[in-house]
């Protein structure tokens, strides 16, 4: 895990570039504090810069990294998790290794097999090769998103790096807020397709590469994978949980190996305590598992330490705890916004930045449950979904054809997972019930509702625009079914959204965190998982519990109350958290912003009603532009 940078064009030399590169790479320094290299072609407007994280061949794996006749050269972020497998293959062919890395693997891969090389690795990652025989640089970002590519063009040059602010120190343009890709984050709280919040800045996609020429042109871009929905019919049930469960085991073992200590978030929830289950059977370590949880001391609705600590003791494993405070809020999230580079999406950032700082102090890789909601269907959204078109199925008298997933009679039982969600039944069967799935489900993802009553109008007026968006994605795949496109949409945008927050709160702590649920031959199986399977009546995450069920204890596939680390905002609001509110928020700086609408935010924040995710919205909304527009970096 590592911070990555390069310019390629007229800006990669010259009077000033010394002080670029230095500047981009010192930016990054918390992504990789154990080193730092750089590169610059002889012939050439082409420098590579890296700061490293050492875990793989901690003494030999210094980049940038080059092959043995020094015409190809790599900076590279991630982990390639079947490098010694790849290697031996390398090797047979004639390929001569001079580290023990992952990233060198990366590089012969590139020269034995070209640019198709990336369908041969299993990992998280994004990189940079510059191949000097061809005079192009060779970018490719992982299947699901995990790791960032982010890239800005213009006057010749092409630049790109892990992070959006190593992009705005080199002085080549000024950073702007883009104001449709605003619209959108309040949409989904995330934009959509390459954008950023920052006029002018992109991201390469999950599962793209992107090649440019020596004079900083983009001559291509392509998408080298995507999930495919081709139902397997040829399997039962039974079969399908055991070649899920061999999956899961050998994406967490294949994570394992590391050279320096490993770890594993552990929050009492389904996702998180199979990986740490599974972590434990097949560590072959002298030492236990070391677990990091955190909690609230606000009682048992923000607090799911008891399930953590039952999963460490059942599995034999050394537990950590914190509990954050109001005032760590006050005092951290200026600097959580600085690392995550665009406004946080959810309150859950904040007790994941400071579990993330606990674990940098034990361990320096950590396994952690992201994906399993999108992957196994794990949101109460499709149950909610669901329930209305078994509703639809039954006045209509056609819950019996093949497109139910469920119907009404066995979704019953399921019902009561939807008991802390009765607002959100309300506002969803409010209006437009029997609508289209795609208006329904835009419904359902749409969090803009609390954001109009203070945010400017502007920001709702493409909204056309931006459902035509949305359906492009949710009609993106060859998905036939309801809960596979809900599950695609999901994991093009939401998914990517909080592998961004995984990345940055571990990172921001020179932490390595590796996430095997979605581990791609997870992904592709379960795609192929008919929704009945996976869905079975409406139970969520039904495969996965049946694949996992010797595993994690009863207590915890028993649990009806998800919830997903829940802050003690609306209490907080009320005293430690007021005064900061009101600094940040009714300052004369956000009144003349342009973006709210002042007298509405003014009596939102001064009504002691619960903090609703509007208010939590703004105020990092507003610290994001005092951080990276008011003040360029």
């Known amino acids: ?129 510059w191949d000097g025989r061809k005079k192009k640089l060779f970018c490719a970002r992982d299947r699901l998103g995990i790791k960032p590519f982010y890239y800005w063009m213009g006057g010749g040059s092409f630049v790109f790096a892990s992070e959006i602010k190593a992009l705005l120190v080199i002085g080549l343009f000024r950073p702007e807020s883009n104001r449709y890709a605003l619209s959108e984050y309040l949409t989904f709280q995330a934009p959509l397709g390459e954008k950023t919040l920052f006029k002018g800045v992109y991201r390469l996609l999950p599962g793209h590469t992107m090649t440019v020429d020596a004079s900083g042109e983009i001559i291509s871009k392509k998408k080298y994978w995507d999930l495919e929905f081709s139902i397997d019919r040829g399997h039962a049930l039974d079969y399908q949980v055991d ?44 030492e236990a598992l070391q677990t990091f949880s955190g909690g609230f001391s606000h009682g048992k609705e923000f607090d799911e330490t008891f399930y953590a600590r039952l999963v460490a003791e059942r599995v034999g494993a050394r537990y950590h705890e914190i509990r954050p405070t109001a005032e760590d809020l006050i005092s951290t999230l200026p600097k959580i916004i600085y690392h995550l580079d665009e406004p946080a999406a959810g309150p859950g950032v904040f007790p994941q930045f400071m579990v993330s700082k606990l674990a940098s102090e034990n361990v320096k890789v950590v396994l952690g449950g992201q994906g399993g909601d999108e992957l196994f269907a794990g949101y109460a959204r499709y149950l909610v979904a669901y329930l209305e078109e078994c509703l639809k199925g039954a006045i209509e008298e056609t819950e019996d054809t093949a497109e139910f997933v469920a119907t009404l009679q066995t979704i019953i039982p399921n019902l009561t997972l939807l008991k802390q969600y009765k607002p959100m039944l309300r506002g969803f069967w409010g209006k437009g019930l029997f609508d289209t799935q795609d208006k329904r489900y835009f419904q359902l993802m749409d969090r803009s509702v609390g954001a109009q009553e203070i945010f400017h109008p502007e920001f709702f007026q493409n909204r056309e625009e931006i459902f035509d968006s949305f359906k492009g994605i949710f009609y993106g795949s060859d998905a036939s079914s309801y809960l596979n496109r809900m599950l695609y949409f999901d994991l093009k945008v939401h998914l990517p959204a909080l592998l961004h927050i995984e990345d940055r709160t571990s990172m921001a702590w020179g932490l390595e965190s590796r996430v095997p649920l979605i581990d791609h031959r997870i992904a592709e199986f379960i795609a192929g998982v008919s929704p009945v399977n996976k869905f079975k009546g409406g139970e969520m995450k039904y495969l996965f519990k049946r694949a996992i069920k010797n595993t ?82």
């Open 243 to 286: 070649h899920l469960r061999l999956l899961l085991s050998d994406a967490v073992k294949i994570r394992l190996r590391s050279d320096v200590p490993l770890g594993a978030h552990l929050s009492g929830g389904l996702d998180s305590s199979a990986i740490v289950a599974l972590a434990s059977e097949l560590n072959d370590g002298t």
């Open 1 to 129: 895990m590592c911070g990555i940078a390069g310019i390629i064009g007229g800006k990669a030399s010259g009077i000033n570039a010394e002080k670029m590169h230095r500047d981009m790479l010192r930016l990054m320094r918390h992504r990789g504090p154990d080193g730092e290299g750089q590169w610059s072609a002889e012939n050439g407007p082409v420098w590579l810069g890296h700061r490293r994280l050492a875990i793989i061949d901690p003494e030999g794996g210094q980049q940038p990294l080059d092959n043995e006749d020094g015409s190809i050269w790599l900076t590279f972020n991630g982990c390639i998790y079947n490098y010694q497998e790849l290697a031996q293959t390398l090797a047979r062919k004639g390929h001569r290794f001079k580290t023990h890395t992952d990233s060198e693997v990366i590089v012969h891969a590139y020269e034995e097999w070209g640019e198709e090389c990336i369908d041969k690795f299993i990992g998280m990652f994004a990189f940079a090769i």
């Open 552 to 633: 994690v204890p009863n207590e915890i596939l028993a649990r009806k109350d998800k919830m997903g680390f829940p802050v003690p905002l609306h209490l907080w609001f009320k005293g430690p958290l007021k005064d900061f509110i009101h600094d940040t928020l009714l300052s004369e700086k956000a009144r003349n912003r342009g973006i709210f609408k002042a007298r509405e935010l003014e009596a939102a924040v001064v009504n002691e009603q619960a903090f609703g995710r509007s208010i939590w919205g703004a105020l990092c909304l507003e610290l994001w532009f005092q951080t990276f527009i008011d003040n360029p970096l």
